[in-house]
């Protein structure tokens, strides 16, 4: 049963162009929305984040969007650069759940100088 | 502070033989999670505490993992009568309440022979 989704399992980005990153969710009591960044060998490292009170969340080049009534976030880099390529997961969480987090299967993105 | 610490990193043993794994959280961290991460997806939630206290255990969890945490600083992940299938990345994290922000360690890698 996968509440959040990554329909996309790569990308391929010109460098100094857009990425844009999709995820999809089920749980309409998810509240809180994460994401991840994720080289090999390392730990999950966290990106940036979004409330559901909010539909914008802007840091640097890296802008999350969410979309409630889709159910739908989506992540996008700009410019991307060629030390963005990693696997970026979307995870949500719900107060109610203590926190705990729902992975997507994540998306692997190259940026190509 | 360097962050979340897991040892070992990596971790080979024969089926049937029992292993242990620990988590060291980032020190004012009240909130430890174990997750674990197969080939090809996200993170899965197995289980998180809050300070000593273990708050909530997924059905991943069977009766060969136990996991503890009792002084509420570090935790031990254990897996009694390991199985090929238990063969997966091991992650955990901790997070500051109320903060949402989960930190992960590199992760123990797990491989049953």
């Known amino acids: 049963d996968q509440q959040v989704k990554q329909n996309s399992p790569s990308l391929s980005v010109q460098e100094g162009r857009i990425s844009i990153l999709n995820c999809d969710y089920t749980?309409?009591?998810?509240?809180?929305f994460l994401w991840y960044k994720k080289y090999p060998a390392e730990g999950p490292t966290f990106l940036i984040s979004?409330?559901?009170?909010?539909d914008k969340n802007e840091d640097g080049r890296f802008t999350v969007f969410l979309n409630k009534s889709a159910k739908h976030l989506s992540l996008h880099i700009v410019p991307s650069q060629p030390g963005d390529s990693a696997v970026y997961f979307c995870a949500a969480s719900a107060q109610y759940t203590g926190n705990q987090f729902y992975f997507g299967t994540g998306t692997s993105l190259t940026v190509i100088p | 502070d360097t962050g979340v610490s897991q040892n070992p990193r990596h971790k080979i043993t024969k089926r049937g033989q029992n292993v242990t794994f620990r988590c060291d959280p980032i020190?004012?961290?009240?909130?430890l999670y174990w997750y674990r991460q197969t080939l090809g997806q996200g993170p899965e939630f197995l289980t998180y505490?809050?300070?000593?206290?273990?708050?909530?255990k997924s059905r991943l969890l069977s009766d060969r993992f136990s996991a503890e945490r009792p002084k509420g600083s570090f935790s031990t992940l254990e897996i009694q009568r390991t199985e090929q299938g238990d063969s997966a990345m091991y992650l955990c994290a901790s997070s500051f309440l109320p903060d949402n922000e989960q930190f992960f360690g590199p992760g123990t890698r797990l491989t049953v022979l």
């Open positions: 020190s004012e961290h009240n909130r």
């Open positions: 979004i409330s559901s009170i909010k």
């Open positions: 505490f809050q300070n000593e206290a273990q708050l909530e």
């Open positions: 749980n309409s009591m998810f509240d809180y």
